[in-house]
T-cell receptor
Framework: QKEVEQNSGPLSVPEGAIASLNCTYS??????FFWYRQYSGKSPELIMF????GDKEDGRFTAQLNKASQYVSLLIRDSQPSDSATYLC??????????FGTGTRLKVLA | KAGVTQTPRYLIKTRGQQVTLSCSPI?????VSWYQQTPGQGLQFLFE???????NKGNFPGRFSGRQFSNSRSEMNVSTLELGDSALYLC??????????????FGPGTRLTVL
C-alpha cells in the first residue's frame, strides 16, 4: 500500500462547478497535510495546509481533514479553466519528512 | 522576498559521472528538502537539512548525498550516475521550526538528463 494515495484522474468538471479532490494516507500518526498545485513544466506551488480535523477555507479552496478515516480532501469552488493542473497531496508521517501522492490531474472545461 | 533558487536549471551528464546541484532557500528559512520527480514515481523525498544537519531522509541509495552550509544554502550530490537518475530535482525551503510540518516552498528545479 502506498503511503499517500490519490486518484490519477483526469477529473473533468465544467467551469463554475465544484471540483473535489481526495487523498488517503496510511500512517495514522501523520500530523500535517498539504495541497499543492503543479502546472505542466512548473514546480509545485502551495495552495493550503491543514493540521486539525475539520475544514479550513481560503478563498475558493476548502481543505477537509478526517484523521479517523485517514482522509484529506480539497474542494475548489467556482472552478476556472486556470485551475486545470495536477494537484498533489502531501503528508508528514514523521517530523521533517514529506510524502507526496502521485497527484490528480484536474481539467476544467470552459 | 526572493523565492527559492536552484542552479543549474538544466544538466546533461553521462553514466558514471557525478553531479552537484545547488539550492538557495528563501531568506530566513533554515530548512531545505530535496525531491526527485519522475513521471512514473511522482515526487519522492530525498532528505531534509536544518542548520547543517540532516534530520530525515528517504529511501534512496547512498549515491545520493547532500549537505547544508551555515548560510542555509544546500547542495545535493549524485555519484556514479545511472540512466534512471534522469529526473527533475526539486528543492523546497521552509522555516523548519519544531513540529516538523511546516509549509514548504519549491524552487524551479534542475532537470538532469543522464545519457
Amino acid at each position: 500500500q502506498k503511503e499517500v494515495e490519490q486518484n490519477s484522474g483526469p477529473l473533468s468538471v465544467p467551469e463554475g462547478a465544484i471540483a473535489s479532490l481526495n487523498c488517503t494516507y496510511s500512517d495514522r500518526g501523520s500530523q500535517s497535510f498539504f495541497w499543492y498545485r503543479q502546472y505542466s513544466g512548473k514546480s509545485p506551488e502551495l495552495i493550503m495546509f491543514i493540521y486539525s480535523n475539520g475544514d479550513k477555507e481560503d478563498g475558493r479552496f476548502t481543505a477537509q481533514l478526517n484523521k479517523a478515516s485517514q482522509y484529506v480532501s480539497l474542494l475548489i469552488r467556482d472552478s476556472q479553466p486556470s485551475d486545470s493542473a495536477t494537484y498533489l497531496c502531501a503528508v508528514t508521517p514523521e517530523p521533517y519528512k514529506y510524502i507526496f501522492g502521485t497527484g490528480t490531474r484536474l481539467k476544467v472545461l470552459a | 522576498k526572493a523565492g527559492v533558487t536552484q542552479t543549474p536549471r538544466y544538466l546533461i551528464k553521462t553514466r558514471g559521472q557525478q553531479v552537484t546541484l545547488s539550492c538557495s532557500p528563501i531568506s530566513g528559512h533554515r530548512s531545505v528538502s530535496w525531491y526527485q520527480q519522475t513521471p512514473g514515481q511522482g515526487l519522492q523525498f530525498l532528505f531534509e537539512y536544518f542548520s547543517e544537519t540532516q534530520r530525515n531522509k528517504g529511501n534512496f541509495p547512498g549515491r545520493f548525498s547532500g549537505r547544508q552550509f551555515s548560510n542555509s544554502r544546500s547542495e545535493m550530490n549524485v555519484s556514479t550516475l545511472e540512466l534512471g537518475d534522469s529526473a527533475l530535482y526539486l528543492c523546497a525551503s521552509s522555516s523548519g521550526l519544531a513540529g516538523g510540518g511546516n509549509e514548504q516552498f519549491f524552487g524551479p528545479g534542475t532537470r538532469l538528463t543522464v545519457l
